[in-house]
């Protein structure tokens, strides 16, 4: 079975998908026009500057998934069977009724506001009607655009944490280091009044030495060449050596290790510090301490806070 993106420049609405599996093909469309320049033909989907980029990401997913379930439970026409929910999901609001569905069947099993409560309150906040301002979905948020040209991102407590403990359990150092705050992990961890030494350093290693074999593992995996990989080990040893000969003398271990080496040596101290700490509460402290800033506002709605701030998104 496979499922493609493509353009059926008859139509305005150009967007279709198209499912086929043993010689049986089914097409039909998404609701939604892609405008000149956001069509990545070699990839077959939309450019990642596109509002829908991430729906549409989720979308395919979330279709070969539909796909096994019905397929698991006898369904002799799943394809037909598949084109006839699009179509249902589709009929009301196009495309914008799949990114709803998606972020709702994604982000709902971790506590997270439905897609509609977001706009709700961001109707409650604004002032404005539906057809008045453009809403984005960004992983477990939400971004608004309105007719004036303002921007604004609403995010939620669950949504964040959610963010965090996804980038602690699968060990994206890359997320971590470009999408959290050391500020924050400096307050909680100085708040906390440290780690000794001889109980934080043994934990390092050993997260060293994981991060390394798993990175050996997966360029093993994908037949890639280990030599430039053995020098980026190299410096991170070096790197590591300066942060343990640094690390009675600093006030701040994680603002030392940012200091050090931003992308590897920061994530991994964040990482270190939440599995001696109790890790949960360090993500309620972290939302806490984002939520509080100048920048954000917090808006109630039917009983759910969201936290909106403007900004050029």
């Known amino acids: 079975m496979e499922i493609t993106y493509y353009l059926n420049e008859t139509e305005e609405e150009n967007l279709f998908c198209n499912i086929s599996e043993d010689g049986k093909t089914v097409s039909f469309p998404l609701g939604y026009t892609v405008e000149d320049g956001e069509w990545d033909e070699e990839n077959a989907e939309v450019s990642p500057d596109d509002p829908y980029f991430?729906?549409?990401?989720s979308f395919k997913n979330y279709l070969a998934e539909r796909y096994e379930t019905l397929s698991f439970a006898g369904e002799t026409d799943?394809?037909?069977v598949l084109k006839s929910e699009v179509e249902a999901i589709t009929a009301e609001n196009g495309i914008q009724s799949i990114a709803r569905n998606m972020f709702d069947n994604e982000n709902t099993p971790e506590g997270i506001p439905s897609y509609n409560a977001f706009i709700q309150a961001f109707e409650k906040f604004s002032g404005l009607e539906d057809g008045e301002f453009e809403a984005l979905v960004?992983?477990?948020t939400l971004e608004f655009g309105t007719e004036d040209g303002d921007?604004?991102?609403m995010d939620t407590v669950a949504g964040l944490k959610t963010r965090l403990r996804s980038f602690i359990e699968k060990k994206s150092f890359a997320e971590m280091g470009a999408m959290t705050s050391k500020f924050i992990w400096s307050k909680i961890y100085n708040d906390a009044g440290g780690i000794e030494k001889h109980i934080f350093l043994p934990e390092m290693l050993l997260e060293w030495e994981i991060f390394w074999?798993?990175?050996?593992?997966?360029?093993k995996n994908a037949g890639g060449d280990t030599k430039n990989l053995a020098k980026a080990k190299e410096k991170s040893w070096r790197q590591f050596q300066v942060f343990m000969a640094c690390y009675n003398d600093s006030v701040d271990i994680i603002q030392l290790a940012f200091e050090i080496d931003d992308m590897e040596l920061y994530p991994l101290i964040v990482t270190v510090m939440l599995r001696i700490f109790d890790a949960e509460v360090c993500y309620d402290e972290y939302c806490e301490a984002e939520f509080s800033g100048d920048d954000w506002q917090m808006i109630e709605s039917d009983g759910e806070k969201f936290f909106l701030k403007e900004g050029d998104f």
Do not use: G
Not at 213 to 218: G, K, T, V
């Open 54 to 57: 991430y729906s549409l990401m």
């Open 151 to 153: 921007d604004f991102q």
């Open 213 to 219: 074999d798993n990175e050996y593992e997966e360029m």
């Open 138 to 140: 960004i992983d477990n």
């Open 78 to 80: 799943v394809l037909d």
